[in-house]
């Protein structure tokens, strides 16, 4: 097993809540007795700023030699209008997901009993703990099908996935049922979409393999609603690029801030950490941001590619100590309540550690 990180922190608050989560793994490290090296990139904004390109080659190679990615957020207004091939998101991140062949993204969502005054959802859809999982395909799908086409009169994308693609993801929703509370939703549009009916065929085919794993299907429209009236029904939500992409993060806002959840975007090699939020420019360099999700995607990445999973135990049990106390950054605190800065909270959680 290797010990070489990749640290790509982005663009507006990436690079700060990257730095706390760094404070973070050298207190583990020094705790645990393990060392890991540390070589730091450019990648989005960041990078076509100074390279013009938000992948440059430098990157591509670091990444490439290394045995685990933790990234900070990227992008922001500012490259909004440039060509798709060169923007932060598709030819930055996108295309960095291609590079390591990242198949999967696993988004943990946890409302805690703290903080369910944060949650937009109402003390009686919240009469349990919300804990779910969305097991996201990230390599194919809309996203990435071909033919894709874009002119002032007409534009189209195409959605296409193989057997084998479906088979891949269904397995690793499935054995994480199986440690947790061993249900899988399988979200689709089998109703409407051929891609869906292939999928929802595959994963019925694979649950064979899966007795013991209740499965249910369920329309992506009618996903998105249950979500909202009663997330409690979750355990592990399987589904495709593009429904992913929009469950996750409604998921996410379940939990009351995008700066609480991490990810993990596992690939056949090298890993890829970040958390579920974005650049958030309007509030960068202000010491606002909520370090959280990316010091738990550390926690991740030092469990999942590392094996240092009492470093990473370490670090969640701090976090949950943290909110039990009553620290709390902007994003997560109520009228009233005290706010400390995105560096104080990295502090108090090595505190605790």
């Given at each position: 097993?290797?010990n070489?990180?990749?640290?790509?922190?982005?663009?507006g608050?990436?690079?700060?809540?990257v730095?706390?989560?760094?404070?973070v793994?050298?207190k583990?490290?020094?705790?645990?007795?393990?060392?890991?090296?540390?070589?730091?990139?450019?990648i989005?904004g960041?990078a076509?700023?100074?390279?013009?390109?938000p992948?440059p080659?430098?990157?591509?190679?670091?990444?490439?030699?290394s045995?685990a990615?933790?990234?900070?957020?990227?992008?922001g207004?500012?490259w909004?209008?440039l060509?798709?091939e060169?923007?932060p998101?598709i030819?930055?991140?996108?295309?960095l997901r291609?590079?390591?062949?990242?198949?999967?993204?696993?988004?943990?969502a946890?409302?805690?009993?703290?903080?369910?005054?944060?949650s937009?959802?109402?003390?009686k859809?919240?009469s349990?703990?919300?804990?779910?999982?969305?097991?996201?395909e990230?390599a194919?799908?809309?996203?990435f099908?071909q033919p894709?086409?874009?002119?002032?009169?007409?534009?189209?994308?195409t959605?296409?996935?193989?057997?084998e693609?479906?088979?891949?993801i269904?397995h690793?929703?499935?054995?994480?049922a199986?440690?947790?509370?061993g249900k899988v939703t399988?979200?689709?549009k089998?109703?409407?979409l051929?891609?869906?009916?292939?999928?929802?065929?595959?994963?019925?085919?694979?649950?064979q393999q899966?007795k013991?794993?209740?499965?249910e299907?369920?329309?992506?429209?009618?996903?998105?609603?249950?979500l909202m009236?009663?997330?409690l029904?979750?355990d592990?939500?399987?589904t495709?690029?593009l429904?992913?992409d929009?469950?996750?993060d409604?998921?996410?806002a379940?939990?009351?801030?995008?700066?609480?959840?991490?990810s993990?975007s596992?690939?056949?090699?090298?890993?890829?950490f970040?958390?579920?939020?974005?650049?958030?420019?309007d509030?960068?360099?202000m010491?606002?941001?909520?370090?959280?999700?990316?010091?738990?995607?550390?926690?991740m990445?030092?469990?999942?590619?590392?094996?240092?999973?009492?470093?990473?135990a370490?670090i969640?049990?701090?976090?949950?100590?943290i909110?039990a106390?009553g620290?709390?950054?902007?994003?997560?605190?109520?009228s009233?309540?005290?706010?400390?800065?995105t560096?104080e909270?990295?502090?108090?959680?090595c505190?605790f550690?």
């Open positions: 097993m290797g070489k990180i990749a640290v790509l922190p982005g663009d608050i990436g690079p700060e809540v730095d706390e989560a760094l404070k793994l050298h583990v490290e020094d705790k645990f007795g393990f060392k890991l090296e540390i070589e730091k990139g450019l989005g960041a076509i700023e100074k390279t013009g390109h992948l080659e430098e990157t591509r190679k670091l990444a490439l030699a045995d990615i933790l990234l900070g957020s990227i992008g207004p500012k909004d209008n060509a798709p060169l923007s998101e030819g930055g991140l996108l295309a291609k590079l390591l062949n990242l198949y999967i993204n696993l988004r943990p946890v409302v805690y009993e703290e903080l369910k005054d944060s937009p959802l109402s003390a859809v919240l349990g703990k919300v804990d779910l999982l969305t097991v996201r990230l194919h799908g809309i996203y099908g894709k086409s874009l002119t002032d009169e007409e534009a189209f994308d959605m296409i996935y193989k057997r693609e479906v088979e891949q269904a690793v929703a499935f054995q994480a199986r440690k947790r509370k399988s979200v689709d089998a109703n409407v051929s891609s869906s009916k292939l999928w929802r065929k595959v994963v019925i085919d694979v649950h899966y013991d794993v209740e499965l299907h369920m329309y992506v429209d009618n996903a998105a609603m249950q009236l009663n997330p029904q979750f592990v939500i399987l495709t690029n429904f992913g929009i469950l996750s409604e998921s996410a379940i939990c009351g801030s995008l700066g609480m959840l991490p993990a596992l690939g056949a090699e090298i890993n890829l970040e958390p579920a939020g974005g650049s958030a420019p509030i960068a360099g010491g606002k941001a909520n370090p959280i999700a990316q010091i738990l995607s550390l926690a990445m030092l469990e999942t590619s590392f094996e240092q999973n009492d470093a990473a370490a969640r049990k701090s976090v949950d100590k909110i106390d620290y709390r950054t902007g994003d997560i605190a109520m009233g309540e005290d706010v400390i800065s560096s909270m990295g502090d108090v959680i505190k550690i």
